[in-house]
């Protein structure tokens, strides 16, 4: 089932690199640069191309020269000890390996190192006469947060019209956002199926379907709607036949506090599943919250991009609020998947998730649930080895008697 | 390179600048005053001064290892002036205070915020706001918008009412603070100032450590010995531009003025960057006017996506108004935002064919001898006109 569904994924990925790191792609669709997210449904009711640079930098750690390109990044000295997935998009960009985008959107969702690319991308010499729009993404979420990122959005449209020359069609984009609710839907429906015990179907492939979904080539097409389709029908047959992942017995669930990375799902988690039965039932991708688009008028329509925006894409979510949502998020995610423990992997570019590792250690003592935190490169294997962390995890699950010894 | 100065009022500014207490401080509170602690230099002093409270700008004076902070905040990931001056607050040293504000800046400071709040010292009144990370009208009504939620925090907690009338009053003093710092750095404009870049530092801290109207009336005495005094006369090597984050301590002007050079400017967070222009006086709201200088005149941190133009200008303005040979960017480790920008400005100046030095540093590093390698080379390819 997984390696089906994984080829639109790779299919997909592919795209993206096409489209971004091909300085000769003469494709004359339009390209929507962004240094991290941006809402999928605008540029594509715009029919224009959109490319992230940060998600381009951190699936080329994932190329079999990825090490090179993360070598790359650190031999320009942008700052040493910054996120690899960066460096890998700071030398993909001073390299001149990205196509010239006709507009450049940055906002400083959702880290540090985002900023500092968006700063790069703004300072980048060969694209001086490239039109530009920066948005201010708040720390704070509240209604009066989602309106003033929604106002924000609006005029990136009205900026999008001035550089294309044409108007928003408003009819299509509300035509795309019904396709971006149904696929949230089903990611939501994908979320609940995974709920049950033992975990019906390959937890990644929740990564995979909002990865595709919001990010990448396919994002919010119908081709996306039919594959999620797929998998929540056979997830839930799954479920009523009471069947767990093939191959798999289930004996530790766990949550994996931060994103997969490049290597961790094929390598650490894959092994775990297979070897120890510990299975990561969820990770901070895959953990959906998604709530529909608002079609009600423009201006709702656009406080609920800003909510997902600011609330419910990945990184986001866990690197640009508090402390106190991202432990609510643990506290909920452990009840509702029935985890038995927390894996907090501290990718070392993480400034956030470094600064609050402590209150989390703290929640999960006192909530008597067993947390590790690893502090690792999840872009960058050399740090620490696959086989390394892959120990690590599984004396934890021994000594805390999740799995005999 | 020492400036020879001698003077008491000095004393008093360099002995707030090397401790976090100071007897200034000391006398407001014995005479009943609150101090509000605030940590970016984008949480307005005038907000704080207008409720009757001293500002003190919490930084990491004194920390030598961090290590209940590094508890908190992972050592090898998280900067190290929030590693120490957090430090510093767990250790009690900021009891004192009677509240804080934390400007949530960058992803490290905006969490002292979450880790205060949970850990044995929070203080009763502990708030954060955001400064915006883009420079525009809605950007400057919307921190418009923080800074009203602040003053009615603020009212409430201290029973204080804060008016119009008292914001302007504020905003006056806060003026007339930076209009008199901006005096004390344009003595380094002569060839042979009667301040060094060292001192000028420790001027600068104490400003954010003591009552301002009395720290006003200290500096003006200063300037006024400063203007008359005699300067020995010393040959003076490179004159040098400090810029990066907020450095409030004296080493790396110790270094290059101890190399023989002078450091003649600086764009720093507890220098430059707070002295710029002036708070509008006149017209109808205080407040937004408190917002419009913060969001809109000074955008000098590259947490804020629009700042870098704003940064390269200024930079570039003092290179040559202050007639400056090169420049030393100094961030901390893990400082991503300040790692980006120097980087950005480096090619830059090497085209514009101005010198400079990129240093990585941890906060506690004092002298250290690499530094003073580096910046040793530095200076002696400045002097022989090689490239850097
Ligand atoms: S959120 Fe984390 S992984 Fe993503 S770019 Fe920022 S530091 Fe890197
Ligand atoms: S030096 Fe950099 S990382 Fe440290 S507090 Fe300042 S902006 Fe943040």
Redesign the pocket.
Known sequence: MLNAFSQLMAQSGKGLFELTVNPQNESTTPVILCNGDFMAEIPVALGCEFSDLTLTGAMGTALPEGADLIDGGIELGVESRMCNAIKSACYYLESGKIRTPEMIITTNACCDSMDTLANLMNAYEPWAHVPRFIMDAPHTLDEESYAYFGRQLREAVTFFEGVLGRKMDWDRLREVCVESNKQSQLLLEFQELKKAVPCPAEPDLARQGTELSRWIKHRVSPEVTRWLEEVVRLTEQRVKEGKGIDGVDEKVRFLWQDLAGSWSTGTVLARLQKELGAVCVMDYVSYATWTPIDLASEEKMFASFAKRFLLEAAMTRQALHSTDLFIGDILRIVKEFRCDAVIMPAHVGHRDTNSRLKLVRDVCRENGIPCLVLGIDIWDKRFISPDVVFDRMSTFFQQTGLIAS | MKSGLQSEVFEGFASAARSISNPELEKWKGGGGKVLGYTCSFVPEELIVAAGLMPFRIRGTGSLTAESANEYFEAANV?S??RHTFDQVLQGRYDFLDGAVIGG??D??RHIYDNWQKSPVKPQFLETIFFPHASGEPMALEFRGQLAGLKTKIEQHFGAEITDEKLRSAVRLCNETRSLQRDLYALRQSANPPITGGETVEVMVAGSSMPKERYNTMLRTLLEELRGATVPERKIGARIMIVG??HDDTSMCDIVEELGGLVAADLTCFGGKVIFGSVQEEGPDPLQAIADYQVLARPFCPKNLGAHPHIQKELLDQVRALRVDGVIGQ??L??N??GGELYILHKELKEAGIPMLRLEREYVSGSSGQLQTRVQAFLETISGGGSC
């Open positions: 900067c002036f929030i800046g960058c490290a400071n984050p907020g961030s901390f893990c400082c935002m300040w």
